[in-house]
């Protein structure tokens, strides 16, 4: 009974392919996040959705698009791959925003070749 | 923007020792919580501990505790009985009351010695 899981949970492709991530959480939460893990291992969140509504799109090149069809579920499609998305890409979810605690998927490691 | 701090890149301690990982905040916003996470080489992220900005006692999780100076904008991580297993990556992070997000420090790798 996987609380946030995540597929697939690696992913190795050749530039300027497309690819997609899928990520769905059985809590019952309202808010999903995508984070990326770069090399350095910093987190940095990508987007949040609230009850499938895109909340926040922090500056992230418009070759990711996310889509929630339903509130357990924010996939997220990646367009034309470059070198630099190589990272590990970390599903999220909390029942509400601001200080809920947030619980993170096994991640997806991406690496372009 | 929030900034979380972790000064301290890596660190080794001696199995069954205490160790404090410290990580310091800013933010002039008056409600926010604080949390903690641990990364295994394995890879996943797990929740630890949670701190309240209005908590009056500091948080505690079995062998974690959140040493929370709210006046120093400081929430340092005490693991006390270190186990090898417990030899992984900790992340400090924050968020406000009205985010929709989780602002992170760079992390803390703690290496525990048999």
């Known amino acids: 009974d996987t609380a946030v899981s995540q597929t697939p949970k690696y992913l190795v492709t050749q530039m300027g392919n497309d690819k997609s991530i899928k990520c769905e959480q059985n809590?019952?939460?309202?808010?999903m996040y995508w984070y990326k893990q770069d090399s350095k291992k910093f987190l940095k969140i990508m987007f949040s959705?609230?009850?499938?509504?895109?909340?926040i799109n922090e500056t992230v090149p418009n070759r990711f698009s996310p889509k929630s069809p339903d509130k357990a579920h924010l996939n997220l499609h990646i367009n034309s791959l470059e070198l630099g998305d190589s990272a590990v890409y970390f599903c999220?979810?909390?029942?509400?925003?601001?200080?809920?605690?947030?619980?993170f998927g096994p991640g997806t490691r991406l690496l372009v070749l | 923007a929030q900034k979380i701090t972790q000064t301290q890149p890596g660190m080794f301690v001696q199995e069954k020792e205490a160790v404090t990982l410290d990580c310091t905040y800013d933010?002039?916003?008056?409600?926010?919580?604080l949390f903690w996470y641990k990364q295994p080489s394995s890879g996943e992220m797990i929740f630890l501990i949670y701190?309240?900005?209005?908590?009056?006692q500091n948080a505690t999780e079995g062998r974690y505790s959140l040493n929370f100076q709210k006046a120093r904008k400081s929430a340092n991580l005490v693991i006390s009985a270190s186990q090898l297993g417990d030899s992984a990556m900790y992340f400090c992070?924050?968020?406000?009351?009205?985010?929709?997000?989780?602002?992170f420090g760079a992390g803390t790798t703690v290496t525990v010695r048999a």
């Open positions: 999220a979810s909390s029942l509400l925003a601001g200080e809920e605690t947030q619980y």
């Open positions: 809590l019952g939460h309202d808010t």
């Open positions: 959705y609230n009850n499938k509504e895109l909340i």
């Open positions: 933010t002039s916003d008056p409600s926010y919580g």
């Open positions: 701190q309240g900005s209005y908590d009056q």
């Open positions: 992070a924050m968020a406000r009351s009205n985010d929709y997000k989780l602002s």
